[in-house]
């Protein structure tokens, strides 16, 4: 696990496992935290990384559904997790799901854990909508595509957007189950003013980028997109993210859209 202040008030904390990003934001004395590490040390070490940076998070967040998004609740089982309301539908729809599939990934990574993933009484937000830190307020955007729910967190007086799974320098964009290519395009377009205007983009995976790289990552993801529209077997995929694995998502792409 890595942490690295983006901002004298934003930490990114970055697992070992996918190069999860959990991202704690703080307005004067309150903090969030903004989904999770994965391996239950970090999680453990979590709290007290951030503590000792000055950061106390007094609710949590997570961008989207997907498992590794959701662990918030192990490192601070106190605290109450706020999703968008798209994702608590799909909670409800998939009970269930995030646990699953945490003890599947956990199954294949030989990874032990003391306490079961709760989700505790989750909070579900209106996104697009507000939400107050300290004497600011955080914007939830729209961020579905890659999977059927999403938000994006972004902090207008610190130049910092949390988009989720997209704008990943580690990942192609990757539609799953219950995404879709013209909600992923949509959400592109929605970021890509907040992109314009941001100083730090945190990708739900690897390395937080500046505006410029953000912007570039935006185009080679349209690309992308453009290609695998028109079916492309073999698209040229950025540099940085051309690998066995992200042609394995490239083929799943294809089975999602086709
Ligand atoms: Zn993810």
């Given at each position: 696990m890595r942490a690295v202040s983006v901002h004298e008030d934003a930490i990114v904390v970055t697992s070992l496992m996918w190069q999860a990003n959990a991202i704690a934001i703080r307005a004067g004395e309150e903090a969030m935290l903004v989904d999770s590490p994965y391996f239950p040390d970090e999680l453990e070490l979590l709290p007290g990384v951030l503590a000792q940076a000055g950061f106390e998070p007094r609710a949590l967040l997570a961008t989207h559904g997907d498992f590794d998004h959701m662990l918030g609740r192990i490192a601070f089982p106190s605290l109450s997790l706020g999703v968008a309301e798209s994702t608590m539908k799909r909670v409800r729809a998939r009970p269930g799901e995030a646990q699953r599939e945490l003890r599947d990934a956990d199954a294949e990574h030989f990874v032990r854990r003391v306490r079961p993933l709760s989700l505790g009484q989750a909070q579900a937000l209106p996104v697009p909508g507000h939400l107050g830190l300290g004497e600011h307020e955080l914007e939830l955007h729209l961020a579905e595509g890659h999977t059927p729910d999403g938000m994006a967190v972004w902090a207008p007086w610190l130049g910092l957007?949390?988009?989720?799974?997209?704008?990943?320098?580690?990942?192609?964009p990757l539609i799953d189950a219950g995404g879709s290519l013209a909600a992923y395009r949509a959400t592109l377009a929605r970021l890509a003013p907040l992109v314009e205007r941001a100083e730090t983009v945190v990708p739900g995976h690897g390395a937080p980028h500046a505006r410029e790289a953000a912007l570039a990552l935006l185009d080679e993801d349209a690309a992308y997109l453009d290609a695998l529209e028109r079916g492309e077997e073999r698209p040229a995929l950025p540099a940085g993210r051309d690998s066995v694995v992200q042609r394995r998502i490239h083929a799943a792409n294809l089975e999602a859209v086709g």
């Open positions: 957007l949390c988009c989720g799974d997209y704008v990943s320098d580690v990942e192609i």
